[in-house]
């Protein structure tokens, strides 16, 4: 059960990595339009209010395609000194502490997205942007990876419990250097 549902979040979550790559590549082509439209005395005008919404968006959407990928920093020189059982346990407080900390990041960006619900704020901007409209998707993103992280951290827990160090550093432990660059 815990092998299918990391399974299945990585498959989401790489439906999603596409969904923010294409979501970044539209929003390169408009800074570029911009660009060319500048050399030609016009400006589409708000791209870098734009381009900073979508990194946003694309930061709190992007982190749980990166803890399904194993991508996250970790030092872990600790880690790789012990066996399997040692690094079974670093490896679920490491992903306890993320679930923890990405769980009061969403939980602190919800009365970002509700005073501007409830004020209908916009930007002070020449653009006006509903900050709503740009607060909602970034909110959701980091409750996204709040959800990912826990559900990887009952999905590892499971798997350690089980005894299945190997499915659980697959799951969550590092890539070494030579793994990263494959």
């Known amino acids: 059960m815990a092998e299918i549902l990391l399974t299945r979040m990585r498959k989401l979550n790489g439906w999603l990595a596409i969904l923010i790559g294409i979501m ?5 082509a408009f800074v570029l339009a911009d660009i060319v439209l500048r050399q030609l005395g016009s400006s589409l ?10 990194m946003a968006i694309a930061t709190s959407w992007g982190m749980a395609y990166t803890l399904t990928e194993l991508g ?10 012990g066996g399997p059982r040692s690094r079974a346990i670093f490896d ?8 923890i900390t990405i769980s009061l990041i969403a939980y602190w960006a919800w009365p970002v997205l509700e005073r501007s619900l409830v ?3 916009r930007a002070n901007t020449p653009l006006e942007t509903p900050l709503a ?5 970034w909110f959701a993103g980091w409750l996204w990876f709040a959800i ?7 999905a590892a827990i499971t798997l350690v419990m089980r005894g299945e160090f190997d499915a659980a550093d697959t799951a969550i432990g590092t890539r070494g250097e030579a793994e990263a660059l494959e």
């Open 72 to 81: 996250h920093v970790r030092i872990d020189i600790l880690r790789s000194r």
């Open 92 to 99: 679920l407080f490491s992903l306890l502490t993320l679930a």
């Open 45 to 54: 005008g708000g791209t870098d209010e734009i381009s900073g919404y979508v």
């Open 119 to 121: 004020n209908s704020s």
């Open 24 to 28: 970044l590549f539209a929003c390169a």
């Open 133 to 137: 409209l740009v607060q909602a998707p």
């Open 148 to 154: 990912a992280a826990w559900l990887t951290f009952i």
